[in-house]
Nanobody
């Protein structure tokens, strides 16, 4: 499956952005069967988990730093996963990547980048006044 993330940009602190990730080319596999994740990477830092939503249940997972501010959702009819980002902070500045893995990811693995097989190219989010 190919993933393309978009929606990044420059926003002032306290503002909002909505990232989307479009999936294509799943070779007969339904998008709804993929567990989807969002990760971010700031300059000089390692890639970090942001949020995830499984293929098999409606549970959503968030990094502590974004709980209450970010909301992940998926539209299986449109083959997209979205990340609504509110009350943005300068420390949210990073390249955001969407990731996918076919099937269910167990809870202990869902925040680990290595658990995902497919990655998009990333979209830059800059939070600055």
């Amino acid at each position: 499956v190919q993933l393309q993330a978009f929606g990044g940009g420059l926003v002032q602190p306290g503002g909002s952005l909505r990232l989307s990730c479009a999936a294509s080319g799943a070779s007969g596999r339904m998008f709804s069967s993929y567990s989807m994740g969002w990760f971010c990477q700031a300059p000089g830092k390692e890639r970090e988990f942001v949020s995830a939503i499984r293929s098999t249940d409606p549970n959503k997972y968030y990094a502590d730093s974004v709980k209450g501010r970010f909301t992940v959702s998926r539209d299986n009819a449109e083959n997209t996963v979205n990340l609504q980002m509110n009350t943005l902070k300068p420390e949210d500045t990073a390249v955001y990547y969407c990731a996918a893995r076919y099937g269910r990811i167990i809870t202990s693995e869902i925040k680990r980048a290595g658990a995902y097989d497919h990655w998009g190219q990333g979209t830059l989010v800059t939070v600055s006044s």
